[in-house]
């Protein structure tokens, strides 16, 4: 490893740190810490002992990476963002977190933002500014508050707003996720209340087995994030709302269900995940398949995958 170029009024005690990696003034990076190559660390940024910092990660003004923190390449973390140490156990040392603090590549830590002990923030996660983050953050997703909840996700974006459909009549909008569509059906209204009908085989490419339920869910939770293999699913929020965010492993977008007249069609081999319920949501799933739990892929790396091999038949033949 290469000593890095510091300030002179910063400090580098450790030894381990890659080429190209420089520190701002009044920096101080303790023994025991692990610098990548290229990181930028600007001033009166604390990097404590047993962190691991992985290549080209940005280190804002006044950031503290506690005692097990663990950035990995790319990571961009702001201006006066804390990544908690441990809490100190009651005989004085540390008391170990349940896991390891883990900020996974290409995150971003808002300025001011607070990552707990124990966390992870996933792949190209964003925390934005001035959030305490509890509890992990799944991949691509952006969290914001106090304490943090999802409030969407990277390049996902609610579909411009078309024409409406005329009354009584149903119609379809794909999306530029591949296979997943947006429907709207009729509804009929007269003295005697309102109706809203579809039909699946006709309207809904697929016969369901089974359906669920999912409701009195607090605000800050996330449902579903995972894929299913063969499933196919068709989602109806019947009461309040929520928004969908759905990826192919390629391109990714978010809806917003809030009438029960609209219903999205999730194809198998797409990423989809629930979240920004209202306290009265009530989400109505179909499926094709019956509960199989080796057929759902729970991980986003391992989608990923997944979604490569697709891609790339010829190993299969």
């Keep these: 490893m290469a000593r890095p170029e510091v300030h002179p009024l910063g400090s580098c005690e450790s030894s381990a740190v890659g080429v190209g990696t420089r520190l701002g003034a009044y920096t101080r990076v303790l023994e025991g810490a692990v610098l990548g190559a290229g990181c930028q660390l600007a001033d009166h940024v604390h990097v404590a002992r047993q962190v691991v910092v992985g290549a080209r990660a940005v280190l804002e003004g006044g950031a503290r990476l506690g005692a097990g923190v663990v950035l990995e390449d790319d990571v961009f973390v702001g201006p006066n963002a804390v990544l908690a140490p441990p809490l100190p156990a009651r005989a004085g040392g540390l008391a170990e977190p349940a896991a390891a603090t883990l900020v996974r590549e290409g995150a971003v830590i808002g300025a001011s933002a607070v990552v707990l002990a124990g966390v992870t923030v996933g792949r190209q996660a964003q925390v934005s500014a001035g959030a305490v983050v509890t ?5 691509m997703a952006i ?14 974006r609610l579909p411009a707003a078309g024409a409406a459909a005329p009354a009584g009549t149903y ?13 709207e059906f009729p509804v009929h209204e007269d003295l005697r209340g309102v ?3 579809g039909e699946f085989e006709r309207q809904v490419p697929f016969s369901p087995k089974r359906y669920f339920l999912v409701y009195d869910v607090p605000s800050a939770e996330v449902r579903g994030a995972h894929a299913h293999r063969e499933c196919h699913q068709f989602l109806v929020c019947v009461r309040g709302a929520i928004s969908v965010m759905a990826d192919d492993g390629l391109h990714r977008q978010q809806w917003r269900l809030e ?3 609209q219903g999205l069609y999730l194809p198998p081999m797409v990423w989809a995940a629930q979240f920004a319920y209202t306290a009265d949501a009530v989400l109505l799933v ?7 739990s080796a057929e759902y892929i729970r991980d986003y790396d391992a989608f990923l995958e997944a979604c490569a091999q697709r891609a790339r038949p010829e190993e299969h033949a």
């Design 135 to 139: 509890r992990d953050v799944p991949p």
């Design 143 to 156: 969290v914001a508050g106090n304490p943090a909840a999802i409030v969407g996700y990277v390049d996902s």
């Design 171 to 183: 119609r379809e909008v794909p999306s530029s996720v591949s296979g997943v569509s947006y429907h």
């Design 195 to 197: 109706l809203s009908v």
């Design 259 to 261: 009438r029960p007249e």
């Design 286 to 292: 179909f499926a094709s398949h019956l509960y199989d």
